[in-house]
């Protein structure tokens, strides 16, 4: 099963299946909802080989480099690109940037309650009804679709936080600061940055982040920019230098003490084991 709504004059696409093909784990553009619906599948996440088993949801963005591993059972998967339905420009309706979607290394997943696997097989339903619908309320009718999808994997995702009504506020702090640490990172570094966006103290923010057991503030934005630094060096040719400048630091040097000191290894040296990995994975 595949079933592919693209519009050619703004390259939007939102695709519903039950395998990841080549031409599907080559596009670059997609967000991925993988819902494990039987067995056991492996899934390759930037190098690292994960199993997730029935009754899991795992949610990529397109920053995470994927290739499927061992399948032993049936999985469903919704993508969709930016063009279709922007993350960031909608988050006040969908509330998942920065929990269900970040830019750092991590892979967010969470269990599908019994009740709520009706919702998704309802999904389903209604896109494989609308997208053999052809009209000029197409488009928006399979975004409706797409939003109810990304509101449920929310509300699970949440669940698995314990996030109860009163700890809402606390809980949004939390999202919108890591939501802000993936649109700034290169320029801002500091935590008194974010705080200041979000309104807040640094030490209100540390102990927002603390009470959900996460990293320090701190911990919070050099694991981002240790993620895009990592990216960069894996998967394209860019020099040590030009890293060092797309990353905002003053210097070369500066960069690669940051990287020495936050990983134990110098860029050169993490590049050549990161080229020996993907030979191995290839």
């Given amino acids: 099963m595949k079933h592919v709504y693209e519009n050619p004059k703004v390259k939007s696409k939102l695709i519903l299946c039950d395998e990841l093909d080549a031409e599907l784990l080559r596009d670059k553009t997609l967000y991925k909802f993988i819902w494990i619906v039987e067995g056991e599948v492996e899934l390759i996440v930037n190098h690292e080989h994960l199993t997730f088993h029935a009754g899991e949801i795992v949610s990529l963005s397109y920053l995470h480099h994927l290739k ?13 690109n930016d063009r279709f339905y922007h993350i960031a420009d909608h988050d006040s309706e969908v509330f998942c940037n920065g929990l269900l979607f970040n830019g750092s290394l991590n892979v967010v997943s969470f269990r599908v ?31 409706i679709v797409l939003k109810r999808a990304i509101i449920i994997c929310c509300r699970l ?111 050169t040296e993490y590049r050549h084991q990161a080229h020996h990995l993907k030979r191995e994975c290839a």
């Fill in 68 to 80: 499927m591993g061992m399948v032993n059972g049936y999985y469903r998967v919704m993508l969709f």
């Fill in 113 to 143: 309650s019994q009740e709520d696997v009706p919702k998704l097989d309802q999904i389903t339903d209604v896109f494989l009804e609308e997208v053999a619908v052809r009209d000029s309320m197409q488009d928006e009718m399979l975004r």
């Fill in 157 to 267: 995702a949440r669940n698995k936080h314990g996030i109860l009504p009163h700890r809402c506020v606390r809980f949004e702090i939390m999202r919108k600061f890591y939501a802000l640490v993936d649109e700034h990172f290169r320029e801002k570094k500091q935590v008194q940055d974010y705080a200041d966006m979000l309104h807040k103290s640094s030490k209100t923010l540390a102990n927002i982040l603390s009470f959900y057991h996460q990293p320090s503030a701190i911990k919070v934005i050099h694991n981002r920019i240790v993620a895009e630094a990592e990216r960069l060096l894996h998967y394209t040719s860019k020099s040590s230098k030009e890293i060092s400048i797309t990353l905002g630091f003053e210097d070369h040097p500066s960069f690669s003490r940051f990287f020495k000191n936050a990983t134990g290894m110098t860029a």
